[in-house]
């Protein structure tokens, strides 16, 4: 596995586990990214690499979820 591979190995794991720790459903967090419900699911089980348009309305999405909730948002770990 090369660098590259990895790095989107670790974003996908990531979105992954906050996704569950926000209680939000793929499709949930589809429709708030704007993205479909076939490029989570793909992104999440590592079979697609995404755009950076796409990792950025997810994170944004994350970062919005986590605002409205109260909890504290740390994009960069």
Do not use: C, P, W
Request: aromatic share 6%; proline share 0%.
């Amino acid at each position: 596995m090369g660098k590259r591979e990895h790095i989107y190995e670790i974003i996908a794991e990531n979105i992954r586990k906050e996704r569950i720790r926000l209680g939000i459903t793929q499709a949930e967090l589809a429709e708030r990214a704007d993205v479909s419900l076939d490029t989570i699911k793909s992104v999440e089980n590592g079979r697609r690499a995404m755009s950076l348009d796409t990792y950025l309305n997810i994170v944004h999405e994350k970062v919005i979820v986590e605002f409205k909730s109260g909890t504290s948002v740390d994009i960069y770990r």
